[in-house]
């Protein structure tokens, strides 16, 4: 049965090891999204935003070690 385009998407194929399948079904199970293009889509999106740190996050700890530095020349 040929697939009926949609507006918006657009197929994507992969040749992977029959253990990343696996891994990617067991995923998709657990997960409990709808579809695959779901689940497919969720981890992208987990991978895309690994190690990656609020730049608010770092004008805070900058401003913090400032602090401590300024509170450590003060008992000199």
């Given at each position: 049965m040929p697939r009926q385009p949609q507006?918006?998407?657009v197929?994507?194929?992969?040749?992977?090891?029959?253990d990343a399948k696996l891994r990617f079904e067991s995923l998709h199970a657990s997960f409990g999204f709808k579809?695959?293009?779901q689940?497919?889509?969720?981890?992208?999106?987990?991978?895309s935003?690994?190690?990656?740190i609020d730049p608010a996050?770092?004008?805070r700890i900058e401003a913090g070690v400032k602090e401590t530095l300024r509170l450590l020349e003060s008992f000199q």
């Open positions: 507006p918006g998407i197929q994507f194929a992969l040749d992977i090891p029959i579809n695959k293009a689940t497919f889509a969720a981890i992208l999106y987990h991978v935003t690994q190690d990656k996050a770092l004008g």
